[in-house]
């Protein structure tokens, strides 16, 4: 553990085991998410001792020279690029960050809090400490589920049929594919099936810095074309791979290191609905205007990929290469629409936009808001989907045609 202090870490032995080969090879070919294989064997070793001891001994002189249990992140990374083709308004400090969205619970009937006009983006002040954790100015207001308590989504997966609430997958559970080791995690309660947020680990923001993030959306004859290379516009990205913080790597073995990849997606510019919905693929299932793709919920076991797997404190986390988003990270909800409606965050494969966790009002969504493909529509918005912390995060399934 990096605990604050000047500590000397050790690596685990485990992060130096290769695995079967055999084994992952087979789950590469139905598991396109998530894909967790091998370690880069005894090649690596000697960057990774010197990786590990660097880590340490910047977490250890934040440490010590705060003399604090918290520390208050301070822009580690000097070469850290900030934005390129798209601006995203209302971008927080370079020492702000992420996601942290209040829930709803999920057991009962949503009593949504009276409307409160939201005028303009709440300030997020997030903080890591050197376990890792995140707290969130909005996860500690009254408004919305408590974040200590989220639901763990495991068991809202199904393959039959599209339910309110539930992840509609094509794909069924897989318990042989990789995913966190459930007796390392601390921030789940497996007998109540929560996991609370602020005890969750989040990998920190470091070193690494993979590029420049693009988005370019153009919008001809009706049809919305958007190139990405898959890397944050913002910049905002976490230290990987995470085989360099040992505390992580033993709870999570994901090796990946997120790079530069071409996308274009090319969706109706106007949208309908379906005959009947469609449920939602492993792999991307939208893109937000991050230029980052969306992934559903679920990893490749077919659970809750948010609440167990560890992801970066910016949302996102490589699946091999192929960084992605399991939910919509709050910062990316930074445009508000005259009523307090959030703004359009991304788009999904079938066209539909995708707009952040509030609706009319300014009022935070949550599923009981929301249909079984997590979306509604109401004003002159049409059909769209809505983030939520609440499991499926993002949608339910496809209420539109795919492309
Ligand atoms: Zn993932
Ligand atoms: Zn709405």
Redesign the pocket.
Same mark, same amino acid.
């Given at each position: 553990m990096l605990s604050p202090g000047c500590v000397i870490v050790e690596a685990p032995d485990s992060i130096w085991e290769i695995p079967d080969k055999n084994a992952l090879s087979a789950q590469l070919e139905t598991e396109p %998410? =998530?894909i967790k294989n091998g370690n880069g064997g005894v090649v690596g070793i000697c960057t990774k001792i010197v990786n590990v001891l660097l880590s340490a001994f910047i977490l250890a002189i934040l440490a010590c020279s705060s003399g604090n249990q918290e520390v208050t992140v301070v822009e580690p990374q000097k070469q850290q690029v900030l934005v390129t083709t798209e601006a995203q308004p209302g971008i927080m400090p370079t020492n702000t960050a992420i996601p942290a969205r209040p829930p709803t619970n999920t057991s009962t009937p949503n009593t949504p809090a009276a409307p409160v006009p939201a005028t303009s983006v709440p300030a997020i002040d997030i903080r890591i400490n050197a376990d890792f954790t995140l707290t969130s100015v909005l996860c500690s207001d009254e408004q919305g589920p408590d974040c200590s308590k989220l639901r763990v989504g495991d068991d809202y997966l199904t393959t039959s049929m599209p339910a309110k609430g539930f992840l509609y997958s094509c794909d069924g559970p897989n318990p042989n594919a990789p995913g966190s080791t459930d007796s390392k995690i601390t921030w789940i309660n497996f007998a109540d099936k929560t996991w609370n947020f602020f005890r969750k680990l989040w990998l920190p923001q470091g070193i690494f810095s993979p590029g420049t993030g693009t988005y370019k959306e153009t919008v001809v004859d009706n049809r919305r074309k958007i190139e990405i290379n898959n890397l944050p516009v913002d910049g905002k990205i976490g230290d990987w791979p995470m085989t360099n913080y040992p505390q992580l790597t033993e709870i999570d073995r994901n090796p990946g290191i997120p790079a530069s990849t071409s996308f274009s997606f090319t969706y109706s510019d106007k949208p309908s609905e379906a005959s009947s919905p469609t449920c939602a693929s492993l792999g991307e299932i939208g893109v937000t205007k991050n230029g980052v793709v969306i992934?559903n919920a679920a =990893?490749g076991r077919g659970e809750d &990929?948010l609440a167990r %797997?560890i992801v970066d404190m910016f949302g996102g986390?490589p &699946?091999r290469s192929e960084y !992605?988003y !399991?939910f919509i990270p709050e910062r990316l909800d930074n445009e508000i629409l005259g009523d307090g409606h959030s703004g359009i965050v991304g788009y999904i494969n079938d066209g539909f936009p995708i707009y952040g966790y509030k609706g009319v009002g300014g009022v935070e969504m949550s599923n009981d808001d929301l249909d079984q493909c997590h979306g509604h529509q109401h004003g002159t918005l049409g059909y769209h989907y809505h983030a939520t912390i609440e499991y499926p995060y993002t949608i339910g399934c496809y209420m539109g045609t795919l492309r």
């Amino acid at each position: 553990m990096l605990s604050p202090g000047c500590v000397i870490v050790e690596a685990p032995d485990s992060i130096w085991e290769i695995p079967d080969k055999n084994a992952l090879s087979a789950q590469l070919e139905t598991e396109p %998410e =998530d894909i967790k294989n091998g370690n880069g064997g005894v090649v690596g070793i000697c960057t990774k001792i010197v990786n590990v001891l660097l880590s340490a001994f910047i977490l250890a002189i934040l440490a010590c020279s705060s003399g604090n249990q918290e520390v208050t992140v301070v822009e580690p990374q000097k070469q850290q690029v900030l934005v390129t083709t798209e601006a995203q308004p209302g971008i927080m400090p370079t020492n702000t960050a992420i996601p942290a969205r209040p829930p709803t619970n999920t057991s009962t009937p949503n009593t949504p809090a009276a409307p409160v006009p939201a005028t303009s983006v709440p300030a997020i002040d997030i903080r890591i400490n050197a376990d890792f954790t995140l707290t969130s100015v909005l996860c500690s207001d009254e408004q919305g589920p408590d974040c200590s308590k989220l639901r763990v989504g495991d068991d809202y997966l199904t393959t039959s049929m599209p339910a309110k609430g539930f992840l509609y997958s094509c794909d069924g559970p897989n318990p042989n594919a990789p995913g966190s080791t459930d007796s390392k995690i601390t921030w789940i309660n497996f007998a109540d099936k929560t996991w609370n947020f602020f005890r969750k680990l989040w990998l920190p923001q470091g070193i690494f810095s993979p590029g420049t993030g693009t988005y370019k959306e153009t919008v001809v004859d009706n049809r919305r074309k958007i190139e990405i290379n898959n890397l944050p516009v913002d910049g905002k990205i976490g230290d990987w791979p995470m085989t360099n913080y040992p505390q992580l790597t033993e709870i999570d073995r994901n090796p990946g290191i997120p790079a530069s990849t071409s996308f274009s997606f090319t969706y109706s510019d106007k949208p309908s609905e379906a005959s009947s919905p469609t449920c939602a693929s492993l792999g991307e299932i939208g893109v937000t205007k991050n230029g980052v793709v969306i992934y559903n919920a679920a =990893d490749g076991r077919g659970e809750d &990929a948010l609440a167990r %797997e560890i992801v970066d404190m910016f949302g996102g986390h490589p &699946a091999r290469s192929e960084y !992605h988003y !399991h939910f919509i990270p709050e910062r990316l909800d930074n445009e508000i629409l005259g009523d307090g409606h959030s703004g359009i965050v991304g788009y999904i494969n079938d066209g539909f936009p995708i707009y952040g966790y509030k609706g009319v009002g300014g009022v935070e969504m949550s599923n009981d808001d929301l249909d079984q493909c997590h979306g509604h529509q109401h004003g002159t918005l049409g059909y769209h989907y809505h983030a939520t912390i609440e499991y499926p995060y993002t949608i339910g399934c496809y209420m539109g045609t795919l492309r």
